[in-house]
């Protein structure tokens, strides 16, 4: 009987996020054994997971480079859930066509608040057009999981950290890819671009939503998308290069890199020199508004 049930999940106050069948076939539990071992919150229902970013999940320790697409497919798996709602949880004879459900990610469910609360940017990160290994790597921007030296320091290496661009603070999510002042100077290039007012956000992952907000009119919306992952792409390839390689290269290299790079995600092919690029650029100026 009980396996061949499934939970249609209302406000989800009854069910277990890991151990009952609620999405997909088994229980989470089942499904994903990697996650589960990391988590630490194996008890918990599905409502004590959720709040009004998303899921809110606490792991026990930073994710390996070799975990985080394991890990997507998980987010997406909850990706297919549906919101939670006011109703009870139910129970549901999985063979009747009708008790077949999909709960989708449930970071709308609490927005009855009238303040201002950050959603998780999912769509951000993962329907913009753009590698996936990028998409992968701007989802451990925006969860701060990228093996910056702070990140490093917690995980227990002895670090004389500073920044390889300024050479003036720690080295953080935070600064290297909002805060610095190479880093600042591209994300300066592209709002001046687009002419939009704009205060840096403090955290990577509002960078992400306020400025997928911000773009959201606009003709070139697709195209703005990808200049967070363009930027931070850019920054982590030369920073590797000082780190590793010990090799610098001008802001104004840095930055034909960056464009180079927005040019062919955007376009789909490598530009034939600068001339190209600033033509494409200057289409994206949006005077018509
Ligand atoms: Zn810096």
């Known amino acids: 009987m009980w396996g061949n049930s499934v939970i249609k999940v209302g406000n989800g106050r009854k069910t277990m ?22 988590n630490q919150q194996k008890l918990a229902t599905i409502s004590e997971i959720t709040n009004a970013q998303g899921w809110n999940l606490s792991f026990r320790r930073l ?3 070799w975990e985080v697409e394991r890990m997507i497919q998980f987010y997406n798996t909850l990706e ?5 709602n006011f109703e009870e949880d139910k129970l549901l004879w999985s063979l009747d066509k009708g008790g077949k459900f999909r709960v989708k990610a449930a970071y709308k469910m609490l927005n009855i608040s009238t303040e201002t609360k950050e959603w998780w940017p999912w769509k951000m990160i993962w329907k913009g057009k753009i590698p996936h290994k990028v998409a992968c790597f701007t989802w451990l ?16 290496r002895q670090l004389c950290s500073r920044c390889f661009f300024c050479e003036a603070v720690t080295e ?4 290297l890819f909002l805060q610095c002042k190479v880093t600042g100077k591209l994300w300066q290039w592209f709002i001046n671009l687009r002419g939009i007012g704009w205060a ?4 990577t992952s509002e960078v992400l939503a306020c400025w997928n907000r911000d773009g959201n009119q606009s003709e070139h919306k697709e195209r703005w998308k990808i200049v967070p992952s363009c930027i931070w792409w850019t920054i982590w390839k030369e920073r590797n290069q000082r780190c590793f390689e010990n090799k610098n290269i001008p802001f104004q290299s840095i930055k034909m ?4 790079t927005f040019y062919f995600w955007c376009i789909h092919s490598v530009p034939k020199d600068i001339g190209e690029i600033n033509l ?3 289409s994206l100026k949006e005077y018509r508004r």
């Open 141 to 156: 921007v925006a969860s701060q999981a990228v093996l910056t030296q702070d990140n490093l320091m917690k995980r227990g």
């Open 17 to 38: 996020f890991w151990n009952d069948i609620w999405v997909g076939q088994t229980p989470l539990r089942q499904q994903f054994p990697d996650i589960y071992n990391l």
């Open 80 to 84: 297919q859930a549906k919101s939670l």
């Open 63 to 65: 994710l390996n480079d």
């Open 200 to 203: 840096m956000p403090r955290h």
């Open 172 to 175: 953080t999510v935070n600064h």
């Open 280 to 282: 494409f650029l200057d």
């Open 257 to 260: 890199n960056c464009l180079a």
